[in-house]
């Protein structure tokens, strides 16, 4: 059986980035590995879209957005979050940890938070310190509006934290013309490497704010010595995770060369595709406002969508994720992000229609791979 | 050329780990996943010498360290620091970010702390929460006595944090039968993994104060969430490094084939060989009560260590490492642990003999290298 990875984190990883993970360690104070992280930097840069400095932590994603929440706020101030779902949750729960007041906007799963929204909340509260924000919220498989929100808040003194985990590399996002204050990344999502890392870019604006912050109590994930250690030497503050950082060299370099333009419109068409093909089939998506990542199908009443995935994995190899928590058995996600192309998405919607038809669920054979089949066909000229 | 990596940490990594983390990346939410967590515990409390959970953090060692800190104190509380060099400071910088009241009892670099010393801080501050020590200190290459600081913090209401980053795995160390409350440690050193993992075990005495210590500021080191992800479910609660993680398994498998007793006694003959090496060429040790998993050298008066360095990386492949801060240029430290034997000290050591004879060093040829095979000779039956 052939395995493929299709969960929304981890992804799957391009082999010449595996191979290189393969290679003996090196000594990361070093010649060698101050150019690996020049270039790394400068590559984060590009799929970024920013000129601010990218932090580089050794931490999964949750660590970043940690880094992100604790430099810039203090207990006892206020950060307006917006939660759209579980991964939204994730800065309610890091709020709660610090002691930050949360002021919360919060839509029911499946929903975008709109502007609007945030723009009643700002008005509410212009003493909120930071609004917290989702791009591409994985749970759901729901976009955020970024660019709107970073509208309504450049203008304010707050600044906007946005994890864009499993979307940076995805659908586009501009950090710097959006007015991203601190951005959030992780690296097993579309910048095709294992978990292990993560990125947060820091504005001009968060700097002022994060320097200010003299009651903020950090050292492993104190921003200021990431942007120290890489602007004046090249180098990180702590042992980093410098096998991943070298191999990650390679998936930045196949971005860089397949260009980020065209690696937002190639996640476009697989999205496209993907929900065109679970329609096809006859299923509803769950997300109102999809994102190009990950498309999350809901079940058909009475059909529990765990049994189906399991299939999926043991009979297929098809790795798809269920729902978290209170969407367990309700919905399917099939991820489509970073090192996949059109045919592991027809792979996807093959298996999806087969354990749907074991389920005695009526679809039409084909149905599904060929709606995909038709988005793909579009914009392809006959000779 | 042939490269050697001799620094202590990172060290080198068996094949068959290397080539476990070239595999296809796999998702971590599976019951394959929870086996290797499983396995990996085990394993992890096996070369620990504990039946402790051991938490394992995506982080560097220092991660592990503040995990370690935060969990156990709160702003304004005391902690004795045992500091016998720059990893030692760690633990002081630690607490000057967290707010916690330090007692520094330190010693000039190159010597152990004496039990004695930490007797005479633990009578004059009885209001102590916490000691921190260091096993090895990689910066001079001197061991402390942990079993000597246990049985005298034991006793006090205190907790006994231990960084065995570049011990363990090296020289004996009995986290439950020297009443090490939190041991930290890190994965790229004597446990033959890159660096991105930490790993910390926790003790029932240190869990009573990390749960009365209610005014933590804690999430991503929160060390409960941590025991109870693996205790309960064998899982983690944050996307672990899980590619190194399912390699660790292959390095842990190793040192527990060879059987850990052994893997300490192949260090002291690495150790003491090594030594025998350097002195017999007519240098000095630096550490007055040496570790055993690396070497470090005194370079003789005006003679300096970083062309030395550079030449043994350029011309031998040999990257040994230099000293830090103040020590640079006038040491020399080469590491052997983890995976590591007899004929990598041979290499390093002959390595140094001909650098040090193109300085103009009076050294015979050879001297070193047969200080080191007697060593090696000693207890070798002839049939």
Redesign the interface.
């Known amino acids: 059986m052939k395995?493929r990875?299709l969960?929304p984190?981890?992804?799957?990883?391009p082999e010449e980035t595996?191979?290189e993970?393969?290679?003996?360690?090196?000594?990361?104070r070093s010649a060698e590995f101050r150019q690996v992280l020049t270039e790394v930097e400068e590559d984060l840069k590009y799929v970024f879209r920013t000129k601010n400095t990218v932090c580089i932590l050794?931490?999964?994603?949750?660590?970043g957005m940690?880094a992100a929440l604790a430099n810039c706020l203090s207990?006892g101030q206020k950060a307006i979050l917006l939660i759209s779902g579980r991964w939204g949750e994730r800065w309610k729960?890091?709020c709660k940890?610090?002691?930050v007041e949360a002021v919360i906007v919060s839509v029911p799963y499946g929903q975008a938070v709109p502007p609007e929204a945030l723009k009643k909340a700002l008005a509410d509260h212009p003493d909120a310190k930071a609004v917290c924000a989702t791009l591409s919220e994985t749970a759901t498989g729901v976009a955020n509006d970024i660019e709107a929100y970073g509208k309504l808040v450049a203008p304010t003194p707050a600044v906007l934290l946005v994890d864009t985990i499993s979307g940076l590399g995805v659908v586009p996002c501009e950090t710097d013309a959006w007015n991203i204050d601190l951005n959030v990344t992780?690296s097993?999502k579309a910048l095709m490497l294992?978990?292990?890392l993560a990125f947060v870019s820091v504005s001009p604006k968060a700097w002022k704010v994060i320097e200010a912050n003299t009651a903020a109590?950090?050292?492993?994930?104190?921003l200021k010595k990431y942007r120290d250690k890489i602007e004046k030497e090249s180098d990180t503050p702590?042992?980093?995770?410098?096998?991943?950082i070298k191999a990650m060299r390679l998936s930045l370099q196949r971005m860089r060369k397949e260009g980020i333009e065209n690696v937002w419109k190639r996640h476009a068409k697989l999205g496209a595709a993907a929900r065109a093909g679970v329609q096809a089939m006859g299923l509803e998506l769950f997300a109102e406002r999809p994102t190009d990542g990950l498309t999350v199908a809901k079940m058909p009443a009475n059909l529990d969508s765990s049994p189906l995935i399991s299939k999926l994995e043991k009979q297929y190899g098809l790795?798809v994720?269920n729902g978290q928590d209170t969407l367990k058995g309700k919905i399917i996600r099939i991820a489509h992000m970073g090192y996949t192309d059109q045919f592991d998405v027809l792979a996807a919607l093959s298996g999806l229609e087969l354990v749907l038809l074991e389920a005695g669920f009526p679809v039409k054979p084909g149905s599904g791979v060929a709606a995909a089949q038709q988005v793909f066909a579009e914009g392809v000229k006959a000779s």
Chains 1, 2 share one sequence.
Do not use: I
């Not at 984190?9 to 990883?13: A, C, L, R, T």
């Not at 050794?58 to 660590?63: H, K, L, N, P």
């Not at 042992?239 to 991943?244: E, I, Q």
């Open positions: 395995p990875l969960t984190g981890p992804s799957m990883v595996l191979l993970l393969a290679r003996p360690v090196t000594f990361h050794t931490s999964s994603g949750t660590g940690e207990p729960n890091l940890a610090f002691g992780g097993q294992p978990p292990g109590k950090l050292f492993y994930f104190d702590y042992t980093p995770a410098n096998t991943l790795r994720a």
